[in-house]
């Protein structure tokens, strides 16, 4: 499979076959899509291996996934917010 893009918040992401929508957001340099409910300070890939819950996006109608976890695939539509 060759690059293709994902759409995050109605822009497109390119991400490589295998690749995580968290690194994908990385090498786009999204570093942060969430804020602390206290303080607003940025959140965003911070384990990168599915402890701490930071990266939490919603995938094609899917809320609460770690995107350090799940492989972007063709045509996923995330949303941030
Ligand atoms: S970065 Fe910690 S769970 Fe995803």
């Keep these: 499979m ?3 893009d994902i759409s995050v918040d109605g822009r ?3 991400a490589e076959p295998g690749q995580t929508i968290g ?6 340099g999204v570093r942060s899509w969430r ?3 206290f303080g607003g300070r940025p959140r965003g890939l911070f384990c990168g291996i599915g402890v701490c ?3 939490l ?3 094609n ?3 609460a996934e770690r995107a ?4 972007a695939r063709p045509g996923d539509e995330v949303s941030t917010s």
């Design 12 to 14: 497109a992401v390119p």
């Design 68 to 71: 350090c976890q799940l492989e």
């Design 2 to 4: 060759e690059r293709f």
């Design 57 to 59: 996006v919603e995938v």
């Design 61 to 63: 109608g899917r809320p």
């Design 35 to 37: 804020s602390t409910r």
């Design 23 to 28: 690194a994908a957001l990385h090498a786009a």
């Design 53 to 55: 819950f930071d990266c």
